[in-house]
């Protein structure tokens, strides 16, 4: 593929018997602190939405600071009733309160501490209050994302084909006409990550997938038939800026699997997230990009379905992915979750994350090399534990 377009969990189990006994012979106290030490870096629960009659699918997390974080998401009940949700914490997530929300969430943004913005299925919202109010902003749906240079200057991207820009706060919102440069039926293609390096440089990635025969169908409904499916090129869409969303460069090629993730650093280098469909050999692969432009493949594996990627600092990144429940691995069934990290992106370790962590999608948020968090989309979040 040219161009980006592209255990120690056995010693954490040890630990958790040993504190069982410990109870009975607490001279074993000094040996558990010892191997909690040499363990290493770990994730630890800090919410779980476990309730008998409703479930919490979380659609995004974002930390505002190392302090204060929002995810957002929907509850449904047992009876199908389903209703917009939002949980917040001002203390790094020791404690969550719900906060009330009047559409489901999709993605989250923000600018500082305080200041962000919420994309739902019908509008754009803005808070000031770090995800405990929100002001309605524009109602719009498709959109999928949205980037704030600063409180005035931003963009939005999403489906059918659109890309917009406000300069006013978002009070109004013009079409980007680069949006429509790329030779794509509209109803098929969408814009869907949008990141900064810099306050001119920009990069938007999206893609234009047409149905397949039975795409209707979910795959569960007949899974041999979908794992013989031949994966099919996707005319993935690269836009790029250098001045601040005045111009932007349109690229676009025909490639296998969709850029899902692209996180870089402030040098221009960063990973990339490549997804595939059900029947690839590999549900996901993971590229570095250097700062030139350079790819290179640096993760893939069959039983790992990596759906985020997140940098630490400079040097050293994490991994989401969630172990497949069978063969195809796409289907809707929750499987554990595996957090993996790399001090120089090219070899990767798995971190002990507790048994009962599980999902179909995990989501990274990085506050600073010290507080990471990772949030399931079974209602569950997790906090680095260095």
């Given at each position: ?265 402030p040098n221009g280098a960063g990973l990339a997230l490549i997804r595939f469909a059900h029947s690839f050999e590999y549900p996901s692969e993971v590229y570095k990009i250097s700062a030139g432009g350079k790819s290179e493949r640096v993760f893939r594996a069959k039983d790992r379905v990596v759906t985020d990627c997140a940098f630490l600092g400079p040097g050293e990144a994490l991994l989401a992915a969630i172990e497949p429940q069978g063969r195809l691995q ?57």
């Open positions: 593929m040219s161009n980006w377009f592209l255990r120690p969990a056995q010693t954490h189990g040890i630990i958790d018997k040993l504190r069982a006994v410990s109870k009975t012979f607490p001279a074993l106290m000094a040996l558990i602190s010892t191997a909690s030490a040499s363990a290493g870096p770990s994730w630890k629960i800090q919410y779980f939405y476990d309730k008998d009659n409703a479930a919490f699918t979380i659609n995004d997390l974002r930390f505002f600071s190392a302090k204060r974080g929002v995810a957002v998401g929907y509850i449904e009940t047992d009876k199908g009733k389903s209703e917009p949700m939002s949980v917040v914490t001002s203390d790094g997530g020791a404690t969550w309160s719900e906060a009330p929300l009047k559409e489901v969430g999709i993605s989250l943004f923000s600018l500082n501490d305080t200041i962000g913005w919420l994309v739902t299925d019908k509008a754009i919202w803005k808070t000031t209050e770090a995800g405990r109010n929100w002001v309605r902003l524009k109602k719009v749906e498709g959109i999928r994302r949205v980037w704030f240079l600063d409180e005035m200057h931003g963009f939005a991207i999403g489906a059918p084909k659109v890309i917009l820009e406000t300069t006013d706060g978002g009070k109004t919102w013009d079409a980007v006409d680069a949006a429509a440069k790329p030779k794509s039926n509209p109803r098929y293609t969408s814009y869907d990550w949008i990141t900064f390096v810099t306050p001119q440089r920009g990069l938007i990635t999206g893609a234009s997938i047409p149905p397949r025969p039975g795409d209707a169908e979910p795959a569960w409904l007949d899974p041999e038939a979908v794992s013989k499916r031949r994966e099919w090129p996707t005319l993935t869409i690269k836009l790029e800026t250098h001045d601040s969303g005045k111009t932007w460069d349109v690229q676009t090629a025909p490639t296998f699997g969709q850029t899902t993730r692209l996180r870089l650093l796409q289907l809707p069934i929750p499987g554990k979750l595996h957090i993996l990290s790399s001090a120089g992106l090219s070899t990767w370790s798995e971190m002990p994350v507790p048994y009962k962590a599980n999902g179909t999608r995990a989501i990274l948020s990085v506050a600073d090399a010290e507080n990471a968090w990772v949030a399931t989309d079974t209602g569950m979040i997790l906090h680095l534990s260095r």
